[in-house]
Every structure is written in C-alpha cells, then in structure tokens.
C-alpha cells in the first residue's frame, strides 16, 4: 500500500512538474522561476539515497561513461575556479554555486528518475503525459486560431511574414511546446494518425524559427524512415547527420556568416563577440579554462563575470555590465569558455554517449514500440536549440531529460521482460 502510495505521488509530481515547466513556466516566472531547481534538488536527494543505502546501481554501460563526464566536468569548472583566483581573478562564489547547478540540474533530474525505476510506473507517468499533453495542444490551437484574427499576443516580422508566440515569453519557447507534444504523441499517433503528428509541427512552424525548421526536417524523416534507422550503423548515422549540418549550412549560409564575419565583431553583435571570444578563452586559459560563473551563463551576467572586461568586451550591446540580457544565448562558447578544450571534449563525450545509447535502444531486437524513437529525435532537437541557445541549462532541458529517463525506463522494463522469456 505505501510502495503503491509513493509510486502515485512521484508519478503525479513528474506529470505536474514536465507540463508545467513545458507549457506554463514562461506565464509564472516570477512566481515558479525556481521550480526546476527545485525539481532538481530532490533528484539530488534521490540519488544520495541511491548511492549510500542501493550501492548496486542498475544503469547502462554508457549512463556511467556519462556519470563520468559530469564528475570531469565538476572537477574542470572548481579546479579552473581555484587556479584563475589564485592568478587574482575572483568569481563570486553565489554564481559558481548558481551555476553549479544550472549546469547540472538536468542530468540530476535523469538520473533521479532513472534510479527510481523500480517504484515508478514510468509508462503510466508517460501515458498521463500525453492525454495531457494532447489536450493542451487542441486548447494552444484555439489560442492560435484566436490570436490570428484578434492579435491578442506579440507577435514580430520574420521572412516577411509575422511569427507567434502567444502568452510564451519568446518564439523559440513557442515552437518548443509543440516541439514537445510532437515529441510525446509520437508513440501513440506514429502507426494511426500521422497527419496529427504533422499538424502538430506545422502549427510548431508559425514560430519561424530557423531551428525549428531543421528538426522538423528531421522529425519527417524519422516518421517516414524509421525502419532504416534499425538498420544503418552508428558510424554511417553519425555521417548522415554531418552530411544534413552541412547541408543546412550551405542553405543557410548567409546567417551563419554572420558568427565569423569580422564586421560582426567591429558592430559588436553579442553572439559572434561570444563564439568568437571562447576560443581566445581556451587558448589563453588552456586547458581548463576559466571556471563556474565566468563566461556566457546566465550567472556570469548577473554577478558580473571578470572575463569580459579582461577581454574588453563589456561594451558590447546584450554583454555590457548595464544589459547583459544576451549574455547567454549561446551554449557552445560558455562550454569552451568555462571549461576549456578539456572541458568541451568531455561535454561532447556526454552527447556521444547519449547518442549511442539512444540508437542502441533503436536497434533492440527485443524492444518493438514506439517509445524508442523519441530520446534519439528529442537529443537532435536540444543539439539544434543549443547553436543559438543555452537549451541544456535551461528548464526546458529538465523537462526533456525527464522524457529521456521515463522512455528509457520504459524500454529497460520491456527488454528485461523479454529476455526473460
């Protein structure tokens, strides 16, 4: 009765928690801005528990191979912390804790969820979601219907027509929340009604967003070609990908000039100062580079970084001491700036692994439900938001890591089965 108790409420507090930091954490910020952190402390919790009372943990080789990389991580990001004090260069210590867990708090929640697999009923967690979640996605449908004729909500001119965002703070948040009701009605919908699933990402596209259109390039092609997903190797799927990055680069190549043109920099356009400048961070400060708190993240703004007067980039429009609102809409150079070579090297670590672990969850033989397909397509779409957004610190990599630990649970539970037999 109580194990049943318990599998109730930790399944309820997920459901709650994935929706609300999906489709509502945006309209009560102010009130809930710390939700996830929070989601991510008792996962913490979780883990401690697993640690010190269930020394045999039960997760896949890669799973560890990834706990790895986060240790590495945490070790490169003090250790950077230390050695540039001790050179004079003081972080605060509220932003290296801050950050601390802004950088982790997503793998927290995963690995939370993926060690309580056996007093959680993770299929009936995901099932609520998407009854919920196809709900909210009719409801979002009559906002959209709604703010078309009356222009209710902001909306701006993007390739010469307007994009929407209703009551979502931004458009990529817009297009993320149908991002993820694509994401979990795949399984139910993927052999029934995959016109749904294609209106779903259309209603997504209103957004206009360029990233949007690169996964929802994929996301046809994962619902037209999942039989030779089973089929192709890592290598030549790994190959396919760089093939279609540069693809879409050379479609969209004016845009992405725009990182590396030199005059970009002289205007002082905060993304391309910020790539631009991570590179000069990891050769100057190689190979850990310069720690917690100290470069494009959100809490190197807000308890003013070091670095960016060092470089005399403080100046700059979205990076200055005055508004740094830009500071952090980039993932990749607060990787190299923060943690150096090494540090990139181990968060790529993360990603392949990641990686393999989700396309070896394609290729079971034992596993034949939709379920598997969606960690792999939801990995695709954080890598894609990341090139222009710092997606993996943010609440809505909590909500979809929680969808990676639920989905594999789910296929861990049914591989286990069948083997038995």
Request: charged letters at 15%; zero cysteines; hydrophobic letters at 50%.
């Amino acid at each position: 009765m109580i194990k049943t108790s318990y599998k109730n409420i930790s399944g309820n507090l997920i459901v709650f928690s994935v929706l609300l930091l999906v489709f509502l954490y945006d309209a009560f910020n102010p009130l809930l801005g710390f939700f996830d952190e929070f989601i991510a402390f008792i996962a913490f919790l979780i883990i401690l528990k697993h640690i010190f009372l269930k020394p045999k943990i039960k997760l896949y080789r890669e799973e560890i191979y990834i706990s790895f990389f986060l240790i590495a991580l945490l070790i490169l990001g003090l250790t950077s912390n230390f050695t540039t004090s001790i050179n004079g260069f003081v972080t605060s210590k509220t932003a290296i804790i801050g950050d601390m867990v802004s950088f982790f708090k997503a793998y927290l929640v995963y690995f939370g969820i993926r060690l309580s697999n056996t007093t959680l009923d993770s299929k009936k967690v995901v099932n609520q979601i998407t009854f919920y979640s196809e709900w909210i996605f009719y409801i979002l449908l009559v906002f959209v219907f709604i703010d078309f004729i009356f222009n209710l909500y902001p909306q701006y001119p993007r390739f010469g027509i307007h994009s929407f965002q209703l009551f979502f703070t931004h458009t990529s948040r817009y297009g993320f929340a149908f991002v993820f009701i694509f994401l979990v009605l795949f399984p139910k919908f993927y052999n029934k009604r995959n016109l749904l699933l294609i209106f779903v990402l259309l209603i997504g596209v209103l957004s206009l967003r360029v990233k949007y259109f690169g996964f929802f390039i994929f996301s046809i092609i994962f619902l037209y070609n999942t039989q030779i997903l089973k089929r192709v190797s890592k290598t030549l799927f790994i190959a396919l990908v760089v093939i279609f990055i540069i693809i879409i680069g050379v479609v969209f190549k004016e845009q992405i000039s725009m990182y590396f043109n030199p005059n970009q920099l002289k205007d002082g356009w905060s993304r391309a100062v910020l790539l631009y400048n991570s590179f000069n961070i990891g050769n100057d400060f190689f190979p850990l580079g310069t720690g917690f708190g100290t470069y494009a993240s959100h809490f190197s703004g807000k308890y003013y970084s070091w670095v960016y007067e060092l470089y005399h980039i403080d100046n700059v429009f979205g990076i200055s001491r005055q508004y740094w609102e830009f500071i952090s809409d980039q993932f990749w150079p607060m990787v190299l700036g923060q943690f150096g070579y090494l540090g990139l090297f181990s968060y790529l670590g993360i990603v392949y692994f990641f990686f393999t672990l989700f396309l070896k969850q394609i290729k079971n033989k034992f596993n034949t439900t939709n379920f598997r397909y969606v960690p792999l397509l939801g990995l695709i779409l954080l890598l894609i938001d990341s090139s222009s957004d710092s997606i993996f610190t943010q609440s809505r990599a909590v909500a979809i890591f929680m969808i990676f630990a639920l989905f594999t649970n789910i296929q861990r539970n049914i591989t286990h089965q069948d083997e038995k037999y």
